[in-house]
DNA sequence: CTGTAGATTTCACTTATTGAAACGTCCTTT
DNA sequence: AAAGGACGTTTCAATAAGTGAAATCTACAG
């Protein structure tokens, strides 16, 4: 039996999915956008509601509990990466001024942003800690996916958001990617000479990142505390 | 059936609650600690992996998984509280030198930090966002019960954590409490005249974190988004 | 080499989940 | 005002789905 599942349990995080996306949904959209009887997701909201990990508000529509925030922010504390990686991004944004990000793949054939360290210029870009981004036509998606191309970065000029151009390397000790480290910079703002040097600081920092770590064995799990 | 359950699902979430809280757990002491049999504890977390909640290390170990960490992360950024909080947060530091909490009452009976601002003391107090506190015999607890002390604040001495003094303010919009703000001091730095003022600011604070909001009907619901 | 502990799979038992339908309510529409 | 519709909620019989003891296998300690 190599397929799991248990149906209801799927279905209740799926649900919990849909009332974090959401922010704030009526059981009837709820149950529409999960394709569930209203019976069935209430049942099962309701569940998640006895144990905290969503709540409903005065109008009786769902959203995110307290749960939720405890056990994420417990999550992310435990992530050693973003710790590791925290110097890293702030240097980068010191030195280049642009927004700067760590990224990991997630399980869903995306990734997410785990860290993120904004850029001083007045015009940035913002994205935010726990968004999803695509792997295709995205600088961060092609480093995940492994491409590392000769000059040990890639850089996407207005893939997914116009305007906007991304420049990413892998972090990959013992050859395996385990994360990205890119800086974000609107277009009009870079030159080519720009490109190449922002490149290569991203570049060592990615690599730099986990060299230190003595004896990594196989490159894997590093995503969990060094311990 | 005023009664909702699914057993199902309350076991996966206890489950999901159990490898959050310990990081990092092998199996059987997840099925151990709860109560579950190894095969069950098994097949849900196998539900829990395949949907990214938590994850395998190299070592077979579940940990959480960055589905946890991203729901927490964009849940906690939906709760409007924090960031109204915070610009008070940052002044009672500013003014105080101590670290500042922003807390709420959570599902099970206790509270739970939803921001905080660290103190400029070199000896300050570090606790952290998401950390669950216990109601009973803390300033934040009393203040999220409803007692309401004539002061308009709450002074408890070394009470769960020794030689720590916090004082705590309530938010109470229309007389019902839905956060508390606290300071938290070491004891020894403490006088009877910096509680006072201490004191003073911190119900201020609490006081004028809502104050502002327009027309809060019943006074409900202030965690989430104003609009 | 033997014994204990963990992880994983199997399988028969039945419990617990399911969804259509019915109900009450609160709106908006005619 | 009455009719219509949408939503939240409850009921209930059918059965799909979850359960745990036991068996299997591996890894490791004595």
Redesign the interface.
């Known amino acids: 039996m190599a397929e ?3 149906r ?3 279905r ?3 649900l ?2 849909a009332v ?2 959401a ?2 949904i009526p059981l009837a959209d709820a149950a529409r956008e999960t394709g569930l009887s209203a019976s069935t997701a209430l ?2 909201l ?8 969503v ?1 409903r ?3 009786g529509a769902y ?17 050693s990466l973003v710790s590791l990686a925290e110097p890293a991004l702030e240097r980068l944004v010191a030195l280049t001024g642009e927004s700067a990000y760590l990224s ?1 793949p ?3 054939g995306e990734g ?1 942003y ?1 860290a993120m360290r904004e850029g001083t210029h007045s015009v940035r870009h913002a994205s ?3 968004r ?1 981004i695509p792997l295709d036509g995205t600088a961060v998606g092609a480093v995940l996916r492994g491409e590392e191309p000769a000059a040990g970065f890639v850089v996407v000029r207005n893939g997914i958001e116009a305007d906007i151009t991304a420049i990413a390397a892998p972090v990959s000790p013992g050859g395996q990617v385990v994360a990205a480290i890119s800086v974000v910079i609107p277009s009009y703002r870079i030159t080519p000479a720009g490109t190449r040097r922002i490149g290569a600081l991203v570049a060592a920092e990615a690599d730099a990142l986990l060299a230190h770590i003595p004896s990594a ?2 490159g ?2 590093l995503t ?2 060094p311990a």
Chains 1, 2 share one sequence.
Do not use: K
């Open positions: 799991s599942s248990t209801t349990v799927e209740a995080l799926v919990l999915g974090c996306d922010g704030s049942r099962l309701r569940t998640l509601e006895g144990t905290g990990f709540r508000d005065a109008a959203r995110p509990g307290l749960r939720v925030v405890q056990l994420g922010v417990q999550a992310l504390a435990h992530e990991v997630s399980h869903d997410i785990l935010w800690v726990g999803s064995p196989a894997q799990d969990g505390e």
